[in-house]
């Protein structure tokens, strides 16, 4: 089973380019997520979809855009890259919200703004 | 005060010991308390979820939430080099419903 899918794994932008960091899942899930995980922190949601054509806004946004088309993918899309948006960034998927559903998480992928 | 409090490590233990790991909440609507496991270069993949107070037991790891003093933790018996990873507690409760990570403490187990 494929679970959770993340590309590309690695990647360097220089400042003002952007890129879309794709993410697919095949378990049906109705809840995608994206994180991102700076050293040392934790992780913090960015943004959210309960269902393809609803998305939402987690804690951190700004300079991100997602869309959701269909139930397998979410893409995240970085516009204007900052060197503050060096960071490891987790795609995720549930079945629901319910607290007892396990978010199955990607293998991540690495992004470096230079 | 951080919502969620974790001491980030890194912690090294012998194996065959016990690995006690605990994380402190200000978020008195938390009702939902998670461990996740991180290995080096993964995502993090759920390991133990407890709701309310109590302990729960599954297998060599045991998750204990004692909400009256904002205090959960995990434990860890008869640790294994394989054990060697990152563990994050999260939590979930309240009108937000959403996930509240703590920054994660690296363990090790030497062999």
């Known amino acids: 089973n494929a679970g959770v899918t993340q590309t590309p794994k690695f990647r360097i932008l220089k400042i003002g380019q952007s890129m879309t960091l794709q993410c697919t899942q095949d378990?049906?899930?109705?809840?995608m997520y994206w994180y991102r995980q700076d050293p040392g922190m934790g992780l913090k949601l960015i943004y959210y979809s309960v269902g393809a054509g609803i998305t939402d806004k987690g804690e951190v946004p700004n300079g991100y855009n997602v869309s959701r088309s269909t139930t397998e993918d979410f893409p995240l899309r970085l516009e204007l890259a900052a060197p503050s948006q060096t960071s490891v960034y987790f795609c995720?998927?549930?079945?629901?919200?319910?607290?007892?559903?396990?978010?199955?998480f990607g293998e991540g992928s690495w992004l470096t703004v230079v | 005060q951080k919502e969620v409090e974790q001491d980030p490590g890194p912690l090294s233990v012998p194996e065959g010991a016990i690995v006690s790991l605990n994380c402190t909440y200000s978020n008195s609507a938390f009702q939902y308390f998670m461990w996740y496991r991180q290995y080096s270069r993964k995502g993090p993949e759920l390991l133990m979820y407890t709701y309310s107070s109590g302990n729960k037991e599954d297998g060599r790891f045991t998750a204990q939430v004692d909400k009256s003093s904002k205090y959960i933790s995990l434990f860890i018996r008869d640790s294994q080099p394989s054990d060697s990873a990152t563990y994050l507690c999260a939590m979930k409760g309240g009108e937000n419903n959403r996930l509240a990570f703590g920054k994660g403490n690296q363990v090790v187990v030497i062999p």
């Open positions: 378990m049906n899930h109705n809840y």
């Open positions: 995720a998927s549930s079945y629901s919200s319910s607290p007892g559903n396990t978010i199955y």
